[in-house]
């Protein structure tokens, strides 16, 4: 990325597009809606709460970041989606059972003429799941074309002058990248002969592409994370970033685990598991979508804790993902970690992290600040991969050949030095001797 002459400032509305109005989307969209009424704070939310240091500790600089860089109002989004239900948004949300019926009903007029449109689904990529609010097409290659007529009619017909997308859908099964993924000349012909390593998320990934409007992927799919997804990005001028909302378990992964290494204590064992009754979880108990989520639950702690240079703390480790559907528990999962360590002379510890949580409440303020970040970056003029979003990420997109950084603490100075550089402003290095020079 070049740095910036110029950042433009958003005008007209923004469209929201989020492939699947479930749990996650109806949250976020509700509690946008209550948020700019003054009825909900939109706790969680870097973009809305979260502030920046400029300067020295001593200049006492530190704006909120919505007042230090041009990003979208609440008042100026315009939410839509794509799903294999046709209920409307306040029907999925209550049948999601996330918020309460008063907040709910505060929003009901506003969520009610939100609509799904028809879905792009092919039911071997997501087979827990069955919906009879489905496009039917030729080909792949039609798919895709559908979704981009969507995108135009919901810019026309809502009167907005661009899009953002964030994928709120199902986790998929795991699909290795093939050839068909490798330039966007072989993935074009891929969607002509309707490929079977093209799954639903390529396609609406790859339209947007087409349309120019942003991708952030919230699942652990390979969506966007191929070269021929990266090349279209580049050369259509489109930021996209992604994957897997880190939220609950693996949000305290990189927390923890940063933690206990900085002081160089070891780790022998880390056993975690999770229970969740939502849709998430129905769709998990398929062994081939747990296998793309397991993946992406596992990087984590090998790139942070680094076994190859560390081998007398890590090299042994033994580290155990479980995901259970139990539905009595709904959206309030539960993340249950057991964390063998050991200090000094290598006597052992033990450590149990309890999370109880709730996924949907966790996800939506990533979703609200993927949505204003990555609109910042098209008008920013940045394109392609954003590793500057890996904050939000269980298994962050980087360029090829480069190890991603879990770090939570490294990811967040990250991207607030991309802020303060895109600003023109001095980047931070907390080394900190100029304050005794």
Excluded at 220 to 237: C, H, I, K, M, Q
């Amino acid at each position: 990325m070049k740095q910036p002459e110029t950042v433009t400032k958003p005008q007209g509305k923004l469209a929201v597009l989020l492939p699947g109005l479930g749990a996650v989307a109806t949250t976020t969209i509700a509690g946008v809606m209550l948020a700019r009424r003054g009825l909900g704070a939109p706790v969680g939310a870097l973009t809305q709460l979260g502030t920046i240091r400029l300067g020295k500790r001593t200049d006492d600089r530190a704006p909120r970041i919505k007042d230090f860089v041009p990003l979208a109002s609440l008042d100026e989004l315009e939410f839509g989606g794509w799903d294999i239900f046709p209920d409307n948004a306040h029907e999925a949300a209550v049948e999601a059972k996330v918020l309460e019926a008063a907040h709910l009903e505060a929003v009901r007029e506003e969520l009610e003429p939100i609509r799904p449109m028809k879905a792009v689904f092919y039911p071997d990529y997501v087979r827990r799941l069955h919906g009879p609010h489905v496009k039917t097409g030729r080909s792949k290659a039609d798919m895709v074309e559908q979704v981009r007529d969507d995108i135009r009619a919901f810019l026309r017909e809502r009167g907005a002058s661009r899009a953002v997308a964030v994928w709120c859908g199902s986790t998929e099964i795991f699909i290795a990248p093939a050839e068909v993924h490798r330039s966007v000349a072989a993935f074009e012909a891929g969607l002509l002969a309707s490929h079977p390593a093209i799954s639903n998320s390529q396609i609406y990934a790859w339209a947007c592409l087409k349309e120019g409007v942003p991708f952030a992927n919230g699942a652990p799919n390979l969506t966007v994370d191929f070269p021929a997804a990266w090349e279209l990005a580049r050369s259509r001028g489109v930021p996209i970033a992604g994957k897997d909302f880190k939220t609950g378990q693996t949000l305290m992964k990189t927390v923890i685990a940063p933690a206990l290494k900085a002081r160089m204590l070891g780790i022998s064992g880390w056993f975690s598991t999770n229970i969740l009754g939502n849709r998430d979880g129905v769709v998990l108990d398929d062994p081939d979508a747990f296998r793309t989520k397991e993946a992406s639950k596992l990087g984590a702690l090998d790139r942070i804790l680094q076994p190859e240079r560390y081998r007398e703390l890590y090299q042994g480790l033994y580290h155990k993902v479980r995901i259970e559907h139990y539905p009595p528990r709904g959206d309030a999962k539960e993340g249950w970690d057991n964390i063998d360590l050991f200090g000094w002379l290598g006597y052992p510890m033990q450590m149990k992290v309890n999370f109880l949580c709730r996924d949907s409440i966790l996800a939506a303020p990533l979703v609200l600040d993927l949505a204003l970040f990555l609109d910042l970056a098209a008008r920013a003029g940045f394109s392609g991969t954003q590793e500057w979003l890996s904050f939000y990420f269980k298994s962050p997109m980087t360029a090829p050949g480069l190890y991603p950084e879990h770090d939570l603490f490294i990811q967040s100075m990250k991207l607030k030095n991309t802020l303060r550089w895109m600003m023109g402003e001095e980047l931070i290095t907390h080394l900190g001797n100029e304050y005794y020079d």
